[in-house]
């Protein structure tokens, strides 16, 4: 299943999804020293970023949390990719600080059609997002 | 799209310029695509929000040691957002000497650019006031809401690292606020309830920014508008609603010009949506513990209005008084008798930091008045922290005593 994106900050990656349903705000929900979720009301809380593609609608909160991704990647517990719904200014400044591939605007209802677990290939030469792999 | 750069802007964003200034470029670039600018617009001044060590965290340390592999410095005239503690008066604020230490690194890498300390989130109360039309890369959100509302400066919303960015190339991209036709009002609010002091015209912003996320307000029917209310009604609306530019008719500069035709709904204000707000932040059962004072920076009319409203009373026991403003206001006050004759009476008040970014705050009280919703909004984020929003007047009533 291929799914067309907005490529920004560019990249190929393979890897792990871990969704959230709920926008994120970087300041406060996660951990740049473990790479973890901390906000305890996340339905993916304790979870780490770590090596995952990250999937969640969109940033929001303190504009210092371009800071916090761009701490994720210094202390090696930095995503492989992030997937948005629609990209705000937080998160392409962080994704641009850390050099995470970073992409946008899925053509299809992403957020219904992956989970956490499944395989995904990001390819922002293509413009696509493919699902490698379900999860059972 | 891809936007058009000139052959200079292409040669920064190379690299040819060094790392720090290719990032820089890249940041500002990358945001303008994704907004569809087509062009890159050079800034007067900027304003750059990420200091206090309490928010930033051990992560700014590292994009410090980035942007200092080349000696790079800021292009425009420059300001410092608030940090996390008086930076004399830390001690008495009981800030760790660990947090002190990194909080001096933050704001010495800072100035190392070129960037003025002013420590500041109302740098239009210390002479730095934008120009009509100017455009700007001013970050702290009621602070942008000043600039282009009471001022007619032009600036977006930025986030820390993308002021940080253009104040470093003198560079924005022209898209949002830059732009005229995006600075019309969807919202006609026609105030039918009183504004009689500070906290009612934060009130109406709260309430506002609740209701109408991110749209532009055109508000009818105020009466006045002087900049100490203005600065309250512009971080309530950015507090609660995200909204970086308002309209008051007669009142604020573009209020004649801007077209009002694509307005898409018209609402009323009244005394009853008001007390909801102050319904919504009246949550102290037990006694209060911290008044605090100074969201946004307090200035100096306002610090005068509290030594009248207090005349002779004191403090009751058991309660502090925290104003919080800029050093350079807090200079003002000391060199006329007002400093000395507040903190006769046990009022303290901090320079260079707040009761949202310092956490001497947060962590040593837990039921503290205001009278501004967005110092509410924040403290109460933490769920320990109860807070009751009242107007001046009933505040100095309620903790003081003939």
Known sequence: MKIGIR???????????????????????VDSETGKIIDSESPIYGKSLKDTIFVFPRGQGSTVGSYIIFGLKVNNVSPLALVVGEAETIVIAGAILADIPLVDLPDKDLFNMVKTGDTVTIDTSEKTLKIQKREK | MIMFLTKDQEEMLSGMKGEAIAKSMELIVKIGDVYDAEQLIPIANAQVAGVSYLTVGESIFSYFELLSKDAVKVKVPTWLNPAGMDMKKWREMEISEDF????????KFYEGLGINPTLTCAPYLIGHTPSHGAHLAWSESSAVSIANSFYGARTNREGAPSSLASAI???????????????????????????ENFSDY????????????????????IQRLNINEAKMLAAALAA?????????????PESKSIDTENVEEKIEFTELNKKEIYNHFNQISEGPDLVAIGCPHASYEDIKLISNTLQSRQMKEGIEFWIFTSSETKTVIEADSLLTNLESRGIKVYADTCMVV???????????????????????????????LLPLNSIVKEVTEQ
């Open chain 2, 240 to 252: 609660s609603g995200s909204v970086a530019l308002y309209h008051v008719k007669n009142l604020t």
């Open chain 2, 202 to 221: 934060s009130a109406l912003g709260y309430w506002y920014g609740k209701k109408f996320h991110g749209s532009i307000p055109y508000f009818m029917n």
């Open chain 2, 169 to 195: 190339t003198g560079l924005t991209a022209n898209y949002g606020l830059h732009i005229t036709e995006n600075r019309n009002p969807r919202i006609l609010v026609d105030v039918r309830a009183k504004l």
């Open chain 1, 7 to 29: 490529p920004i900050v560019e990249g190929k990656v393979t890897g792990s999804v871990l969704l959230s349903p709920h926008p994120i705000s970087f300041l406060g929900d």
């Open chain 2, 358 to 388: 310092s956490p001497s705050v947060g962590e040593n009280f837990q039921n503290i008045i205001t009278n501004s919703t967005k110092a509410a909004h924040y403290l109460s984020k933490a769920k320990t922290t109860m807070v009751n």
């Open chain 2, 100 to 107: 002190a230490e990194k909080q001096l690194r933050i704001v």
